[in-house]
């Protein structure tokens, strides 16, 4: 009985996400000149992630899809005019599999529309952290004096040092380049793991605030996070979260192991990415 509930719930919240993510801002794009038809919290058109050249610094070989896919996705779209690569920093061989996760990687990056990938040789593991300025100077090479870079924030998503490491790294890059730094932020538990829950909410209430300030000329200005010209939010609709799944259990085959199976259904980083300038 409980899980029948349990279940019926998740279909409900899914149900209500994919009228929020694709059903309802598709309606809205077709009337000219309408402000509310749009499920980003972000401008392109005149933002620095708009015709660049976007380098994604990534860990591990699945990075990629469990954490970015949202942001390459949107990113990668031809009306954007950006160039996206990614560097990946090893190869994911703490399991022998790194040849295999090399192929893999690869595969899953040409199904999120990015051609461009490096992989390099840096040792991963829980237990190993990454010297910053070894990682500052191994991405140097794949980044140009107009390169935008995004990797992970101080807290790696998941506390995983070799996501931390990329972050130190890259600051300390950038401090020398004077690129620009995205960084993903990390979600609390329960945000993480709240499937459409929390996105259908937050814009559910930035539909209400839009169409209020449409209709009625008035601001009411409610939000659940401070809005910031250096950050932006990523929603992914049912279109892109499929591409996702699919990068993920085609093209990262052997890392389908049976908790992948809760990730790619509870992980709120599948449907939305949060990124923050850093300079």
Excluded at 33 to 48: E, F, I, K, M, Q
Excluded at 144 to 167: A, E, K, M, Q, W
């Amino acid at each position: 009985m409980l899980f029948t509930v349990a279940l019926r719930g998740l279909a409900s919240a899914f149900l209500v996400w994919v009228l929020l993510t694709t059903s309802v801002p598709q309606l809205l794009a077709r009337q000219a000149d309408n402000p509310v038809g749009t499920v980003a919290d972000y401008s392109l058109s005149s933002n620095v992630l708009h015709d660049a050249k976007v380098v994604y610094v990534i860990a591990h070989p699945d990075d990629e899809v469990m954490f970015f896919s949202p942001s390459v996705l949107e990113l990668a779209k031809p009306q954007h005019h950006n160039h996206l690569s990614i560097v990946c920093f090893s190869d994911g061989d703490a399991d022998g599999l790194g040849a295999i996760r090399r192929q893999e990687l690869e595969r899953s990056a040409k199904m999120l529309g990015v051609d461009d990938v490096a992989i390099l040789d840096f040792v991963d593991g829980m237990n190993v952290t990454w010297d910053a300025d070894a990682v500052a100077d191994a991405l140097k090479p794949f980044v140009s004096r107009d390169s935008v870079i995004i990797t992970f924030d101080d807290h790696g998503v998941s506390g995983h040092p070799n996501h931390i490491s990329l972050y130190h790294g890259a600051v300390k890059l950038v401090k020398r380049t004077k690129n620009t730094l995205f960084k993903l932020k990390s979600l609390n538990f329960i945000d993480k793991y709240s499937f459409t829950l929390i996105t259908s909410v937050e814009l559910f209430v930035n539909y209400v605030t839009r169409l209020v300030h449409q209709v009625f000329g008035i601001n009411i200005n409610i939000s659940f996070y401070p809005s910031s010209s250096g950050e932006m939010r990523f929603y992914s609709d049912i279109n892109a979260v499929a591409a996702a799944y699919g990068a993920m259990m085609y093209g990262h085959y052997s890392q389908m192991v049976w908790f992948r199976y809760g990730w790619l259904l509870f992980s709120r980083y599948l449907t939305y990415n949060h990124l923050i300038q850093v300079v």
